[in-house]
Structures are given as C-alpha cells and as structure tokens.
C-alpha cells in the first residue's frame, strides 16, 4: 500500500516511511505507532530533509490536525533505524 511522505510528497510504501499517528482518543501524537493505536496518520521517508520539510511552517501539525508539538528529536532518532 503506498502513502505520501508528508516531506516531499512522494507516494512510497508504507514500510518504507515513518508513520505519525494521532490518538483518535486523547488526541496524543504517536511516532511509528504499533498497529492498536488509530487516528489520522501523516507519513515521512527516513531521511532529515523530509523531516525537516514536514516541520517548516507547521506543516505535520496541519496535515494531522493538532496544535500538539511533535517531538522532532524522536522522529530524528528513527532515522538509521531503516535505511532505504
Ligand atoms: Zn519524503
């Protein structure tokens, strides 16, 4: 199943990109939830300049709808994890 990387706007497999989930129920934001947690999802490629394009301009917390502020270290932590 492809999804769009929310950084550059790719379509990629969703195993290929880090998913960022909202808590339907606490509204709490989720890096690479496990598959029990549901809620608006944005996706990112494992690479700094898609991350770093998803944070200019609020551009992650527009697309998933919060005004939470997403811990950028921890999506930065991700990477490495899995290369592509
Ligand atoms: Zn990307």
């Known amino acids: 199943m492809l999804r769009k990387c929310a950084g550059c706007g790719e379509l990629k497999p969703k195993e290929n990109l880090i ?17 029990k947690i549901f809620g608006r999802s ?20 527009k697309f998933l709808k919060t005004s939470v502020s997403i811990d950028k270290t921890a999506l930065e932590k991700m990477l490495g994890q899995k290369g592509i």
């Open 42 to 61: 944005a996706y990112l490629c494992y690479n700094q300049s898609c991350i770093d394009n998803a944070f200019k301009k609020s551009k992650l917390n």
């Open 19 to 35: 998913k960022i989930t909202k808590n339907y129920k606490d509204g709490n934001i989720v890096i690479n939830p496990n598959s």
